[in-house]
């Protein structure tokens, strides 16, 4: 199984990143683009996977423990 996270800043906290690509896009030309946010997206072969939700569960568990900073960070997880 294929299994693909994404991680995102929780809203509230400050994404310097996200505020320099807006600005950027401004710069060139774009003045309507707003609130840009910027995360990451994790992609990864599960070996050995057949059933759906335990997989699902143990990438969760992987998020929970060193894909994302659950204090500052939200995530979202496809398993396919």
């Known amino acids: 199984m ?3 996270v ?6 509230g906290v400050l994404d310097v990143q996200g505020k320099a ?3 950027a896009l401004h710069g060139l030309g774009w ?3 707003d609130g840009v946010r910027v995360g990451k997206t994790i992609e990864f072969d599960l ?5 759906k939700a335990a997989a ?3 990438v969760k568990d992987m998020c929970e423990k060193l894909l994302a900073n659950t204090v500052i960070e939200s ?3 496809e398993v396919a």
Not at 6 to 11: A, G, M, R, S, T
Not at 47 to 51: F, L, P, Q, Y
């Open 2 to 4: 294929r299994a693909k």
């Open 6 to 11: 994404h991680v995102f800043l929780k809203p």
């Open 47 to 51: 070996k050995d996977a057949t059933d």
């Open 31 to 33: 003045p309507q683009v």
């Open 56 to 58: 699902e569960a143990q």
């Open 21 to 23: 690509v807006e600005s």
């Open 75 to 77: 995530y979202r997880i």
